[in-house]
Protein backbone atom coordinates (compact mmCIF):
# COMPACT_ATOMS: atom_id res chain seq x y z
CA UNK A 1 0.00 0.00 0.00
CA UNK A 2 0.82 3.94 -0.54
CA UNK A 3 3.78 5.26 1.46
CA UNK A 4 4.75 8.59 2.41
CA UNK A 5 6.61 10.42 5.17
CA UNK A 6 6.79 6.67 6.45
CA UNK A 7 3.26 5.94 6.57
CA UNK A 8 1.23 3.84 5.16
CA UNK A 9 -2.39 3.99 4.12
CA UNK A 10 -4.39 0.37 4.46
CA UNK A 11 -8.25 -0.82 4.95
CA UNK A 12 -8.87 -0.27 8.52
CA UNK A 13 -9.10 -3.28 11.05
CA UNK A 14 -11.77 -3.81 13.95
CA UNK A 15 -8.92 -3.15 16.52
CA UNK A 16 -8.04 0.25 15.19
CA UNK A 17 -12.08 1.34 15.62
CA UNK A 18 -10.65 3.06 19.06
CA UNK A 19 -7.84 4.91 17.74
CA UNK A 20 -10.12 6.30 14.73
CA UNK A 21 -12.70 7.44 16.91
CA UNK A 22 -10.28 8.96 19.06
CA UNK A 23 -9.11 11.16 15.74
CA UNK A 24 -12.65 12.12 14.75
CA UNK A 25 -13.66 13.51 18.28
CA UNK A 26 -10.76 15.69 18.89
CA UNK A 27 -11.66 17.23 15.64
CA UNK A 28 -15.77 17.09 16.63
CA UNK A 29 -14.68 19.11 19.38
CA UNK A 30 -13.35 21.79 17.53
CA UNK A 31 -16.50 21.39 15.30
CA UNK A 32 -14.98 20.95 12.41
CA UNK A 33 -16.08 17.28 11.66
CA UNK A 34 -18.64 14.83 12.91
CA UNK A 35 -17.51 11.91 15.60
CA UNK A 36 -17.76 8.53 14.78
CA UNK A 37 -18.27 6.29 17.37
CA UNK A 38 -15.83 3.12 17.83
CA UNK A 39 -19.59 1.09 17.29
CA UNK A 40 -20.41 3.00 14.25
CA UNK A 41 -16.91 2.40 12.58
CA UNK A 42 -16.79 -1.07 13.56
CA UNK A 43 -20.17 -1.62 12.32
CA UNK A 44 -18.66 0.54 8.88
CA UNK A 45 -15.34 -1.24 9.13
CA UNK A 46 -14.86 -2.42 5.29
CA UNK A 47 -15.29 1.06 4.47
CA UNK A 48 -12.55 2.72 6.66
CA UNK A 49 -8.67 3.13 5.88
CA UNK A 50 -6.08 4.23 8.30
CA UNK A 51 -2.41 5.81 7.77
CA UNK A 52 -0.54 4.07 9.98
CA UNK A 53 2.84 5.61 11.13
CA UNK A 54 5.28 3.57 13.29
CA UNK A 55 2.48 1.04 14.45
CA UNK A 56 0.34 4.38 15.56
CA UNK A 57 -2.70 5.15 13.61
CA UNK A 58 -2.11 8.80 12.61
CA UNK A 59 -5.18 9.08 10.30
CA UNK A 60 -8.27 7.97 8.52
CA UNK A 61 -10.70 8.29 6.11
CA UNK A 62 -14.24 6.44 4.68
CA UNK A 63 -16.12 5.79 1.88
CA UNK A 64 -19.73 6.00 1.93
CA UNK A 65 -22.00 4.31 -1.04
CA UNK A 66 -24.96 5.96 -2.40
CA UNK A 67 -25.62 4.67 -5.74
CA UNK A 68 -23.82 2.37 -8.23
CA UNK A 69 -22.10 5.39 -9.58
CA UNK A 70 -22.39 8.37 -7.11
CA UNK A 71 -20.12 8.01 -3.23
CA UNK A 72 -19.13 10.42 -0.74
CA UNK A 73 -15.50 10.38 1.07
CA UNK A 74 -16.23 11.26 4.59
CA UNK A 75 -14.59 11.64 7.77
CA UNK A 76 -10.86 12.38 6.70
CA UNK A 77 -8.79 13.27 9.69
CA UNK A 78 -4.79 13.71 10.33
CA UNK A 79 -3.76 14.06 13.85
CA UNK A 80 -2.32 17.87 14.30
CA UNK A 81 1.48 16.75 14.60
CA UNK A 82 1.28 14.76 11.27
CA UNK A 83 -0.95 17.09 9.12
CA UNK A 84 0.64 19.11 5.88
CA UNK A 85 3.16 15.79 5.36
CA UNK A 86 0.86 14.37 2.25
CA UNK A 87 -1.12 12.25 4.62
CA UNK A 88 -4.77 13.69 3.95
CA UNK A 89 -4.02 13.54 -0.06
CA UNK A 90 -2.66 9.40 0.74
CA UNK A 91 -6.08 8.47 2.21
CA UNK A 92 -7.95 10.17 -0.09
CA UNK A 93 -6.24 8.71 -3.14
CA UNK A 94 -6.37 5.33 -1.85
CA UNK A 95 -10.57 5.74 -0.90
CA UNK A 96 -10.30 6.91 -4.37
CA UNK A 97 -8.54 4.17 -6.30
CA UNK A 98 -11.14 1.46 -4.73
CA UNK A 99 -13.99 3.81 -5.62
CA UNK A 100 -12.66 3.76 -9.18
CA UNK A 101 -12.04 0.12 -8.62
CA UNK A 102 -16.16 -0.09 -8.22
CA UNK A 103 -16.96 1.88 -11.10
CA UNK A 104 -17.87 5.06 -8.80
CA UNK A 105 -17.51 7.90 -11.23
CA UNK A 106 -18.33 10.85 -9.07
CA UNK A 107 -17.39 10.94 -5.33
CA UNK A 108 -18.35 14.19 -3.16
CA UNK A 109 -17.66 15.82 0.37
CA UNK A 110 -19.41 17.79 2.56
CA UNK A 111 -16.38 19.50 4.55
CA UNK A 112 -14.86 22.61 6.00
CA UNK A 113 -11.42 21.98 4.74
CA UNK A 114 -12.01 23.61 0.79
CA UNK A 115 -8.48 24.49 0.41
CA UNK A 116 -7.65 21.08 0.96
CA UNK A 117 -9.90 19.32 -1.34
CA UNK A 118 -9.78 21.85 -3.80
CA UNK A 119 -5.80 21.19 -3.85
CA UNK A 120 -6.76 17.73 -4.61
CA UNK A 121 -9.14 18.31 -7.50
CA UNK A 122 -12.45 18.88 -5.31
CA UNK A 123 -14.64 21.60 -7.12
CA UNK A 124 -17.57 23.42 -5.58
CA UNK A 125 -20.90 22.57 -6.34
CA UNK A 126 -24.42 23.54 -4.49
CA UNK A 127 -25.09 21.78 -1.23
CA UNK A 128 -28.51 20.59 -3.27
CA UNK A 129 -27.00 18.61 -6.13
CA UNK A 130 -26.96 16.11 -3.45
CA UNK A 131 -30.30 15.06 -2.45
CA UNK A 132 -29.85 11.39 -0.82
CA UNK A 133 -27.17 13.10 1.11
CA UNK A 134 -29.26 15.22 2.53
CA UNK A 135 -32.15 12.54 3.53
CA UNK A 136 -29.66 10.20 4.92
CA UNK A 137 -27.23 12.31 7.47
CA UNK A 138 -28.18 15.66 7.83
CA UNK A 139 -31.43 14.79 9.76
CA UNK A 140 -29.75 13.90 12.29
CA UNK A 141 -27.04 16.96 12.43
CA UNK A 142 -27.21 19.30 15.00
CA UNK A 143 -26.02 22.40 12.40
CA UNK A 144 -29.39 20.79 9.87
CA UNK A 145 -30.86 24.54 9.87
CA UNK A 146 -26.99 26.26 9.90
CA UNK A 147 -24.67 24.33 7.51
CA UNK A 148 -21.92 25.62 7.26
CA UNK A 149 -19.73 23.01 5.16
CA UNK A 150 -19.05 23.07 1.80
CA UNK A 151 -20.12 20.55 -0.92
CA UNK A 152 -17.49 19.51 -3.56
CA UNK A 153 -17.32 17.03 -5.99
CA UNK A 154 -14.89 14.94 -8.47
CA UNK A 155 -15.19 13.09 -11.50
CA UNK A 156 -12.97 9.76 -11.03
C1 LIG B 1 -7.92 18.44 6.10
C2 LIG B 1 -6.83 17.47 6.55
C3 LIG B 1 -7.37 16.05 6.51
C4 LIG B 1 -5.63 17.61 5.57
O1 LIG B 1 -4.67 16.62 5.91
P1 LIG B 1 -3.11 16.83 5.63
O2 LIG B 1 -2.44 15.52 5.80
O3 LIG B 1 -2.61 17.95 6.45
O4 LIG B 1 -3.13 17.27 4.11
P2 LIG B 1 -1.94 17.10 3.03
O5 LIG B 1 -0.62 17.28 3.70
O6 LIG B 1 -2.15 15.83 2.29
O7 LIG B 1 -2.23 18.35 2.11
C5 LIG B 1 -2.33 18.27 0.71
C6 LIG B 1 -2.52 19.68 0.18
O8 LIG B 1 -3.76 20.20 0.64
C7 LIG B 1 -3.62 21.61 0.88
N1 LIG B 1 -3.89 21.88 2.30
C8 LIG B 1 -3.90 20.99 3.33
N2 LIG B 1 -4.22 21.59 4.48
C9 LIG B 1 -4.41 22.90 4.18
C10 LIG B 1 -4.76 24.02 4.95
N3 LIG B 1 -4.98 23.96 6.28
N4 LIG B 1 -4.87 25.23 4.33
C11 LIG B 1 -4.63 25.34 3.00
N5 LIG B 1 -4.30 24.28 2.21
C12 LIG B 1 -4.19 23.08 2.79
C13 LIG B 1 -2.21 21.98 0.50
O9 LIG B 1 -2.19 22.35 -0.86
C14 LIG B 1 -1.49 20.67 0.68
O10 LIG B 1 -0.33 20.56 -0.10
P3 LIG B 1 1.05 21.26 0.43
O11 LIG B 1 1.21 20.91 1.89
O12 LIG B 1 2.08 20.61 -0.46
O13 LIG B 1 0.87 22.72 0.19
C15 LIG B 1 -6.30 17.83 7.96
O14 LIG B 1 -5.95 19.20 7.99
C16 LIG B 1 -7.30 17.56 9.08
O15 LIG B 1 -7.33 16.48 9.65
N6 LIG B 1 -8.15 18.58 9.39
C17 LIG B 1 -9.13 18.44 10.45
C18 LIG B 1 -10.26 17.53 10.06
C19 LIG B 1 -11.01 18.02 8.84
O16 LIG B 1 -11.34 19.18 8.72
N7 LIG B 1 -11.29 17.07 7.92
C20 LIG B 1 -12.04 17.31 6.72
C21 LIG B 1 -13.46 16.95 6.99
S1 LIG B 1 -14.15 15.98 5.70
Redesign the pocket.
Known sequence: MAEESGAVVRYARLSDAGAISAITAE?AREG??LERSAESVIENIRNFFVAEHQGKII?CCAIAFYTSKLAEI?????LAQ????????LLVEKAEEILREEGVKEVF?L???P??FG??GFSEIKKEYFPQKIWRDCTHCPKLMACDEIAMVKNL
Not at 74 to 78: E, I, P
Open positions: YVMGRSVAVHKRKGIGRVTLSDFSI
